[in-house]
């Protein structure tokens, strides 16, 4: 069931997806972080290229949230033919953990890339995300039009696996992008999504603050939806 809710202040909206909201059980909290150039989502050549400039940032926060997070790191070590109940050396442990993640992977082919999405529908998760999203504007509505800001749109295109046109078929992964790791399979398991904007002063390291440039921090918070083979995950 979909409903939105929007707060009194200018500045925060939610919309919500599910009438159950994640519970305390079972969850992993991480955050991801976003810092550049952040156009509106539209049509033109451009915006494909832009949206995996900004799925590149990306992989790597999530690439290290699978090997750092234990049950993550532990699922992907037994796909890859390690046994957990015995100790392994590091290099095979190393070897484990990338067979693992490559196989899950191979379910996920498009163009020249094997991406490898955390959020899927096989594996019953669902999510909310709390975006906290610093723009050089003043403070303002989010929803203009009964739509909300395109910049969004275009993080929310990032966070998932790319869609017909969203890659250029000449695209190809560097050689630590395989697998390539995204946040969604598709946007069907976000439970929640809640947006609050503030004014962006200035980047780090930065002198001039262009219109274009945007800060964005993700607090993403994982729960399996129901019990299944992989629950354990969240255990």
């Keep these: 069931m ?18 159950d909201p994640i519970g305390s059980e079972g969850l992993v909290e ?4 976003y810092s550049g150039e952040l156009l509106a989502s539209g ?8 949206k995996h400039l900004i799925r ?4 790597p926060q999530l690439r290290q949230l699978w090997q750092t997070n234990p049950n993550l790191r532990d699922w992907a070590l037994a796909r890859g033919g390690m046994s957990l109940s015995s100790p392994g050396d590091k290099d095979r442990e190393s070897k484990c953990f990338q067979n ?7 379910a996920y082919r498009f163009n020249q ?21 610093l723009r050089p504007e003043a403070n303002g509505m989010l929803i203009r039009g009964g739509d909300i800001d395109g910049r969004l749109k275009t993080i929310f295109d990032a ?15 560097d050689s630590d992008e395989c697998p390539f790791f995204v946040l969604l399979k598709n946007d069907d398991l976000i439970s929640e999504i809640k947006v609050t904007t503030e004014e962006l002063l200035l980047l780090p390291g930065e002198k001039v603050r262009l219109s274009s ?7 993403v918070r994982l729960q399996v939806r129901q019990k299944t083979g992989v629950s354990f995950l969240f255990d």
């Design 2 to 19: 979909y409903a939105q809710s929007q707060s009194t202040a200018l500045n925060e909206v939610v919309f919500r997806y599910f009438d």
């Design 30 to 33: 991480f955050r991801l972080l």
């Design 43 to 50: 049509n033109n050549a451009r915006h494909p290229r832009e």
């Design 56 to 59: 590149k940032q990306f992989h």
């Design 100 to 106: 693992g993640v490559t196989e899950m992977a191979e």
């Design 113 to 133: 890339f094997r991406f490898l999405p955390l959020v899927t529908a096989e594996d019953c998760l669902r999510c909310s995300i709390d975006i906290l999203f």
């Design 159 to 173: 966070l998932r696996l790319p869609q017909i046109g969203q890659l250029d078929a000449s695209t190809c992964p």
């Design 213 to 219: 440039q945007v800060f964005i921090q993700m607090h």
